[in-house]
């Protein structure tokens, strides 16, 4: 399989900024969990995780209505539901859940749906701010996972759609950030 920038989205300015305001409240105030993702491979270094939808994940059960109904996230379905319709229409909503990485968090090289599991990601950067020289990077690989072919830096606002197959990894920030660089994934399935 070959990847390219077609298999890439980035939308800047996705997120309003009252949404943007709602989610650094929420992510302040969640509970976050230190040991994601749970890999017992020598170089996986951990970061946070923070669940937001997607209890029926194990099953491929949509959790669209679980987004909905939650008190403190329901704020981000109609925006899902605007992604969806513009961008991956036959999407199947499995889970929602912000991730959270300070400096040596790189996470490993991995692949968001299994194989033979046609699926896109939506990540949403969720900083007030972001420096450039932070890096932080989501970086997208070929399929040997011997070239980069996509580079996006955080930026407030920002969301980056893709394909799931795609080889990719979060950079964990440099040694002079000071902050939690923090991300909403929408993870899904698509219906053929």
């Known amino acids: 399989m070959i990847f390219s920038e077609h298999d890439i989205q980035v939308i800047d300015n996705a997120i309003a900024v009252g949404e943007q305001t709602q989610i650094l409240k929420n992510l302040k105030s969640s509970l976050w969990r230190y040991g994601w993702p749970r890999d017992t491979s020598f170089f996986t270094k951990p970061c946070w995780h923070s669940f ?35 961008h991956i229409p036959r999407a199947t909503l499995l889970g929602v859940y912000a991730n959270g990485q300070t400096f040596g968090q790189d996470s ?43 580079s996006i830096l955080p930026k407030p606002g920002r969301a980056v759609i893709f394909n799931g197959h795609i080889p990719h990894s979060a950079r964990s920030p440099a040694s002079v950030c000071d902050e939690l660089r923090m991300t909403i994934a929408f993870k899904t399935i698509i219906a053929d």
């Open 52 to 86: 937001i939808a997607g209890s029926g994940r194990a099953s491929r059960a949509c959790c669209e209505l679980e987004l909905s109904n939650d008190p403190a996230w329901g704020f981000l379905a109609p925006w899902w539901r605007h992604i969806k319709h513009a």
């Open 108 to 150: 490993p090289i991995h692949r968001d749906n299994w194989p033979g599991e046609q699926g896109s990601t939506v990540l949403i950067f969720c900083n007030e701010h972001w420096a450039s020289a932070w890096g932080g990077e989501l970086v997208f690989y070929d399929q040997a996972r011997q070239h980069i072919i996509r």
